[in-house]
Structures are given as structure tokens and as C-alpha cells.
């Protein structure tokens, strides 16, 4: 299966994904950890619209996810 791993710059779950006979490619704005041959360098968007991904698991930054830092209500 093609998958997408986006908002990931270590290459973790996209070597583990490879590692199972996937074809992953990672994806973000920041240079790789790991080996870069997989990695995307650059905006996610574009890399969706209009490509054959069977899926995309992303990891979005967590001040996003949560509201631990937006102090007492």
C-alpha cells in the first residue's frame, strides 16, 4: 500500500511501515532524522491533492491537539 506519513520528520513509522513491505514515504517542513531517500521536505498539502495515496496517518504538532498551554479558564 503507498502511504503518506505526514507532520514526521524522524522516519520512525515510515521505516517500520517500509520495514512491512509498504511503500511509505514521510513528510515534513524540517529535514529528516533518518535516512532522507523517503522523505518528503516540504508541506503537506500539495502532496495530497490529486495523488494515489491508499493512506495518510499524520501527526499534526501538539499545540494543535491540545489546550494544556492555554492557561486557567
Known sequence: MKILVACERSGKVRDALRSLGHEAWSCDTQPCDADPEYH????????????????????????HLCVSGAGAI
Open 40 to 63: 518528503i521536505r516540504g508541506d503537506v498539502l500539495p502532496h495530497t491533492r490529486g495523488c494515489s495515496w491508499g493512506m495518510m496517518i499524520a501527526f499534526p504538532p501538539c499545540t
